[in-house]
């Protein structure tokens, strides 16, 4: 579930150009990276052997759907001309699967899942894996979906189709990863080499602030463990030179941060509440400051936040996830409902706690993957493979009619694929499985497309609505 009422969220000036999708589908950033790959026409697996003997594949599906006639490719699957069919059924619709609760839960793969994402990449249709989980790299991520399914990381059923909660930062405006951002979440110095990755040029850690300044957190400051990693503060700033927090006269080696980046769920509650409350009550993101806007009634939302405070981005915003404990955990939006609890506190029930989203059921994100279903896995069957993986003939939108969102999340998952609504018109239908974190027999908080037993099962909804009327759990799972 997640704690998205009530949430202030306004599409940042440097992100606004243009329509929001058009100011996030500009940056070449987005791009696919050289190695990704689709499946070539004369090496996808025969229809015979995903659909069996009976299978009834062929024209490409109008709407409304219809079943899809076979005849004349039976007997003929295998050759060029019936691969090249296929992949022109398939070549407008896409998957998006959420990860944990649907393709494994806790440590343990979803059956039949490997053998269905193999037999999907084999047809050469495009998907990518939308999780809200964040904290590590895309490709560590990749390893621990492996891992848990019994595959190899490097195959390219798996690879270079993650998207995580902080991956839209990537395609972040240089002059944005110029700026200095304080970043935090479960491994903080972690969390910054990433951003260093992404191409951010300054991150600090509430580390770096602790041990910059010892009278910044008057309590067990865990700086021999959580807290044992730091750097110096970059370009010389520092977080102790301002000793009159009113002053308007600010010494020019000031800590000032510009973005406030919480990159998944804090370990240290109390110290990144701490240095966030802050830099949101700051003169400009001067550390040490406080804004004399604040609680200004002639103000919009009473002057907190109106003072050029650094902008506060949430990776995600689920309240809870799903692991091996039979109670579900708090996450990244437990954090945010204890920093609104506070801020609401501080500001005496006056001030809307302003932030972005990232993350499902956010549009960033679904407009993030969207753009990478457009570009990564385009004209499947006809680009030449080696090509795709130089990363040569990615740079053409391939138009979209349909992407069907597989998760198990009401709050995210299906929220989010229910409320988007891309500008090239593709339709988002939401899948809701019964392997995560919704409990069967409930009536889910925002209303699926259709409700299935696992994420196997939602394929075959899928390809079904698509008119392939004949594919089987059986067919789909039969190994690849
Ligand atoms: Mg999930």
């Known amino acids: 579930m997640m704690a998205g009422a009530g949430a202030c969220i306004r599409r940042p000036s440097w992100l606004a150009s243009g329509t929001g999708a058009g100011a996030l589908r500009s940056q070449r950033a987005w791009l696919p990276a050289a190695g990704r790959t689709v499946c070539a026409s004369t090496t996808c697996t025969p229809a015979k052997r995903l659909f069996g003997h009976t299978s009834r594949l062929g024209e490409r599906v109008v709407k409304p759907p219809k079943a899809v006639s076979a005849d004349g490719l039976t007997g003929q699957a295998g050759t060029p001309a019936a691969s090249h069919t296929l992949h022109k059924v398939f070549s407008d619709i896409a998957f998006a699967f959420d990860i944990d609760g649907v393709l494994y839960q806790g440590h343990r793969g979803i059956p039949g899942a490997r053998e269905m994402l193999r037999a999907i990449h084999a047809l050469g249709m495009r998907y990518v894996f939308l999780t809200n989980g964040g904290g590590a790299h895309e490709d560590a991520k990749v390893r621990s979906l492996a891992r848990r399914l019994g595959m190899k990381d490097d195959e390219d059923a798996l690879r270079g189709r993650v998207i995580v909660s902080h991956t839209p930062m990537r395609g972040w405006a240089d002059s944005v990863k110029e700026q200095t951002v304080l970043i935090t979440g479960s491994h903080p110095e972690t969390a910054r080499q990433i951003a260093i990755e992404y191409g951010f040029k300054r991150a600090v850690t509430p580390a770096d602030l602790i041990h910059a300044n010892d009278k910044l957190y008057p309590f067990d400051n865990l700086k021999d463990t959580l807290h044992s990693q730091s750097r110096p503060l970059p370009n010389g700033k520092s977080a102790s030179s301002i000793e009159d927090a009113y002053s308007a006269d600010v010494p020019p080696n000031a800590l000032q941060i510009d973005k406030i980046l919480v990159w998944n769920d804090p370990r240290d509650w109390s110290l990144d509440i701490q240095v966030i409350h802050d830099l949101l009550v700051s003169h400009r993101g001067y550390l040490g400051t406080v804004s004399s806007k604040n609680g200004d009634a002639t103000l919009p939302n009473y002057g907190w936040q109106q003072d050029g405070q650094p902008e506060l981005w949430i990776s995600n915003l689920d309240l809870f996830w799903k692991t091996d404990y039979p109670v579900n955990r708090f996450g990244t939006g437990a954090f945010v409902e204890a920093l609104r609890g506070v801020w609401s506190a501080v500001t005496q029930g006056a001030a809307e706690l302003e932030f972005h989203a990232l993350g499902k059921p956010s549009e960033y994100t679904y407009e993030y993957a969207h753009e990478r279903l457009l570009h990564d896995y385009g004209d499947v069957g006809s680009v030449n493979a080696a090509a795709v993986q130089r990363g040569e003939g990615t740079r053409t939108r391939h138009p979209l009619r349909r992407v069907y969102m597989i998760g198990d999340n009401p709050e995210s998952d299906i929220r989010g694929a229910n409320g988007f609504e891309p500008a090239d018109g593709t339709e988002w239908k939401s899948i809701l499985v019964k392997t995560g974190v919704w409990r069967a ?40």
């Open 441 to 480: 027999g409930t009536e889910p908080s925002h209303r699926p497309d259709a409700v299935v037993d696992d994420v196997v099962d939602g394929i075959v909804w899928a390809l079904r609505n698509e008119g392939v009327v004949d594919v089987t759990r059986e067919a789909l799972t039969r190994g690849a």
